[in-house]
């Protein structure tokens, strides 16, 4: 069992910037590839980024240029820089793992979640 714990959302300004983290424990051996959603209310969970350990990275076009994932393998830690924040990335940000694989945007190949922190951006 894999479990993941998400920090560092919280109030921002539009154009400033965030850092989110996600601390993977328990058989984060078995982790490959990661990812972060995001989920506003009244809206489908969307993916926004995505790293393997290979290497293999793909972001979503809303995102693009804007957002860097990032992973630390001996802090077995994850992390989403956000810059140039805008009210629209307002929402709840989870992490996600899986086995292996290749990067997805897609939720449904992923094994394990976090619960989630809580990303506010106001004009």
């Known amino acids: 069992q894999v479990q993941l714990m998400e920090s560092g959302g919280g109030s921002v300004q539009e154009g400033g910037s965030l850092r989110l983290s996600c601390v993977t424990s328990g058989y984060q051996y078995s982790v490959y590839c990661m990812a972060w959603f995001r989920q506003a209310p009244g809206k489908a969970r969307e993916g926004i980024a995505s790293r393997c350990s290979d290497g293999d990275t793909v972001y979503g076009d809303s995102v693009y240029g804007r957002f860097a994932i990032s992973r630390d393998n001996a802090k077995n830690t994850l992390y989403l820089q956000m810059d140039s924040l805008k009210p629209e990335d307002t929402g709840a940000y989870y992490c996600?793992?899986?086995?292996?694989?290749?990067?997805?945007?897609?939720?449904?190949?992923?094994?394990?979640w976090g619960l989630g922190t809580q990303v506010t951006v106001s004009s």
């Open positions: 996600a793992a899986r086995v292996k694989g290749r990067a997805s945007l897609s939720p449904a190949p992923y094994n394990w």
